[in-house]
Nanobody, 119 residues
Framework: QVQLVESGGGLVQPGGSLRLSCAASGDIVSLPTMGWYRQAPGKQREPVAT????????VADSAVNGRFTISRDNAENAVYLQMNNLKPEDTAVYYC????????????WGQGTQVTVSS
């Protein structure tokens, strides 16, 4: 089993910043890709950004380009999302993601952390 635990969500005013963290634990063989998805009310879960074990990043959502930065610490099996200049439309539940091995390669998810951007 592989567990992903997020932290760092909360309520922030427009223009503010938050840093999300996600720590993986359990029977970790490898985490070739980690990342963040988000799900806004009434919408499907969508990718925000991913990062490979060698540090290659992909920002899937153009709306966050220049505002969000993804990083990871391979030694700690952790991934981070620095979110700056937050906007109300960034309000969503943010989920940590990892490609992980549990008897076979599969997608592992955290429980989600709420980010609310409001004045």
């Amino acid at each position: 089993q592989v567990q992903l635990v997020e932290s760092g969500g909360g309520l922030v005013q427009p223009g503010g910043s938050l840093r999300l963290s996600c720590a993986a634990s359990g029977d970790i063989v490898s985490l070739p890709t980690m990342g963040w998805y988000r799900q806004a009310p009434g919408k499907q879960r969508e990718p925000v950004a991913t990062i490979t074990v060698d540090g290659s990043t992909n920002v899937a959502d153009s709306a966050v380009n220049g505002r969000f930065t993804i990083s990871r610490d391979n030694a700690e099996n952790a991934v981070y999302l620095q979110m700056n200049n937050l906007k109300p439309e960034d309000t969503a539940v943010y989920y940590c993601y990892a490609r992980c091995y549990v008897r076979r390669w599969t997608d592992c998810w955290g429980q989600g952390t709420q980010v609310t951007v409001s004045s």
